[in-house]
């Protein structure tokens, strides 16, 4: 599976903003996915997950109510709408994927995700 991110780029706080995350090489399927997130000296950290068959989603605290993840299985994309942005929402942004289903305490352990994408920038200006 290859994944393809896109839609990042420099806004100002308040903007808003929707990433794609776009796979090639097999179809989803069952496949759960995530989004991703790591700022300049920090760990990544989890954003967001969607189960690929049923479509429960998570978050992490810091972006709810404000991030939407989605998905269109017709297009086997994944989405992540991001409105209210922050300064503090900086950070090179991730796609992943995994081919089962994941529990819900695991979704955010990027060890579950068995592919990822190569990233795409998101710059928050104050």
């Known amino acids: 599976v290859q994944l393809q991110a896109s839609g990042g780029g420099l806004v100002q706080a308040g903007d808003s903003l929707r990433l794609s995350c776009s796979a090639s090489?097999?179809?989803?399927?069952?496949?759960?996915a995530a989004w991703f997130r790591q700022a300049p000296g920090k760990e990544r950290a989890f954003v967001a997950h969607i189960s690929w068959s049923v479509g429960n989603t998570y978050y992490a605290d810091s972006v709810k109510g404000r991030f939407t993840i989605s998905k269109d299985n017709a297009k086997n994309t994944v989405y992540l709408q991001m409105n209210s942005l922050k300064p503090e929402d900086t950070a090179v942004y991730y796609c992943a994927v995994d081919p089962r289903s994941v529990r819900p305490s695991a979704v955010a352990d990027s060890t579950e995700y068995d592919f990822w994408g190569q990233g795409t920038q998101v710059t928050v200006s104050s």
């Open positions: 090489g097999r179809t989803f399927g069952n496949y759960a």
